[in-house]
Nanobody, 127 residues
Framework: QVQLVESGGGSVQAGGSLRLSCAAS????????MGWFRQAPGKEREFVGA???????????DYADSVKGRFTISGDNAKNTVYLQMFSLKPEDTAVYYC?????????????????WGQGTRVIVGS
């Protein structure tokens, strides 16, 4: 079993930055896919970005168009943690952010591909 715990959410003014963390515990995998999703009030959960580690220890990332160029995903295997660095935040980025994970490499944008989910961390961007 895998547990994912997000942290780093909070309130920030438009144009500001935040870094979210997703710490994994329990089973660990040599290859994995981790995704970030967000859900704003009254809206469906949407894809933000994903990162995958291959058997060759190469990382690949994918981002939603709405965050491309502003958000960056990275991983620290020593800490079993994945990060979502967010720059130039906009009020429309306000949401609860969730990390999700699955064993095996690949970049997945749909929630159904992920087996493990964190509890979410709230981000509020003021105008």
């Amino acid at each position: 079993q895998v547990q994912l715990v997000e942290s780093g959410g909070g309130s920030v003014q438009a144009g500001g930055s935040l870094r979210l963390s997703c710490a994994a515990s329990g089973r660990t995998f040599s290859t994995y896919s981790m995704g970030w999703f967000r859900q704003a009030p009254g809206k469906e959960r949407e894809f933000v970005g994903a990162i995958t580690r291959t058997e060759s220890n190469i990382y690949y990332a994918d981002y939603a168009d709405s965050v491309k160029g502003r958000f960056t995903i990275s991983g620290d295997n020593a800490k079993n943690t994945v990060y979502l660095q967010m720059f130039s935040l906009k009020p429309e980025d306000t949401a609860v952010y969730y990390c999700a994970g699955r064993e095996g490499s690949g970049l997945y944008r749909a929630t159904r591909f992920y087996a493990y989910w964190g509890q979410g961390t709230r981000v509020i961007v003021g105008s």
